[in-house]
């Protein structure tokens, strides 16, 4: 393999490769700073239309974005491999708890996994959200060239019209999470 062509793989898998570290939200306060933190908000005016997300769940049901149609949408990347990802599961059990009655919906893309680790993972964690299982990390190809997944955990937030609003980088609180789906549900950004 040329130069030219390994360049492009490695530095694919050095962003995937690892958690991301260093993109933290302040965890203490709740940490929602728009634009710090890894946190991107997409003005109203500004925002495209999500990729086209589907798949198999880990309990091997055909599910996808399409399938959440007029909601918001929280969309999780994770593995059950990522230490970054361990350190934010209690708080997304506890945003998705908050934001169930707003009609809230959650979807995680466990990647890089194994299916029967991942299952013990959400079990044992209390995850009630459904999850793509994409070992090949495909379903996030859709969107590299908008908001590329840097690192695990990312965490994207799709609006009521199904359009991209907010990317998350790293490990988030309950709070930030919240705040993050509040601003762009409610047509701020």
Do not use: H, K
Not at 20 to 48: C, F, H, K, M, N
Not at 85 to 113: H, K, M, Q
């Amino acid at each position: 393999m040329t130069p030219r062509r390994v360049l492009p793989l490695l530095a694919s898998a050095l962003l995937l490769g690892g958690c991301g570290g260093g993109l933290q939200a302040e965890r203490a306060t709740g940490g929602y700073v728009q634009g710090d933190y890894g946190i991107s908000v997409v003005p109203v005016d500004e925002r495209e239309p999500a990729p086209e997300v589907s798949g198999e769940t880990l309990d091997g049901e055909p599910i996808a974005l399409d399938d959440f149609a007029g909601q918001v949408v929280l969309i999780n990347i994770w593995g059950s491999w990522c230490g970054d990802c361990r350190v934010e599961t209690d708080d997304l059990v506890e945003a998705e708890a908050e934001l169930r009655a707003d009609g809230v919906a959650f979807l995680g893309i466990d990647i890089r996994d194994d299916r029967s680790a991942a299952l013990r993972y959400e079990a044992a964690n209390d995850v009630s959200w459904p999850s793509i299982y994409d070992p090949s990390s495909s379903a996030l190809l859709g969107f590299r060239g908008s908001m590329t997944a840097a690192s695990t955990p990312t965490t994207y937030v799709v609006d009521e019209e199904g359009r991209l609003a907010a990317r998350l980088l790293g490990a988030q609180s309950a709070g930030t999470f919240v705040g993050v789906v509040e601003d762009v549900s409610g047509g701020g950004g």
